[in-house]
Every structure is written in structure tokens, then in C-alpha cells.
């Protein structure tokens, strides 16, 4: 398996800045997160948390596919939950 710095790396190519892109908001915003109760990720006062370990590096584009819709659930809550 490879590191986490590998995957975390990986996921900042495959996912955050293409859709960072995409939704026009600082890469900065998206950002890879790691921990048993991150779950499908989270919104945190705008800060979007994406799970790291539901990544798989097969396929790019079915990854961004997967993780654009997390990324408008969440960017649809507002973080106070």
C-alpha cells in the first residue's frame, strides 16, 4: 500500500485541485482529512474535510465524478452541524 503522504499527495492531484477548479474556490478549502469519524466528510465553517481513505487511485475521473457530489453536499451545509 502506498504511504499516506503518497495517497494524500494522489488525492490532491486526482480530486481537490481539479474540483477546486471546477467550483472556482481556493484550494485551500478542500482539504484531505484522515480519522475513524470523518465518514463521507465534512463542512467546517466552510473548510471542506474529504476522506481520505474512501479514495482509490484506479480511475480519475470516476473519482472526481464520486467526489463532486460529496463536495456540493457539503458545500450545502453550512458547516453548524
Do not use: H
Request: contains cysteine.
Amino acid at each position: 500500500l502506498p504511504s499516506l503522504a503518497t495517497r494524500a499527495a494522489a488525492f490532491a492531484d486526482i480530486v481537490l485541485l481539479p474540483l477546486a477548479a471546477v467550483f472556482q474556490i481556493p484550494a485551500s478549502s478542500l482539504v484531505a482529512a484522515v480519522g475513524p469519524r470523518l465518514g463521507r466528510g465534512c463542512n467546517v465553517q466552510g473548510l471542506i474535510c474529504l476522506g481520505l481513505a474512501r479514495f482509490q487511485t484506479a480511475d480519475g475521473r470516476e473519482e472526481r465524478c464520486r467526489w463532486f457530489a460529496e463536495v456540493c453536499r457539503l458545500m450545502a451545509n453550512n458547516g453548524s452541524a
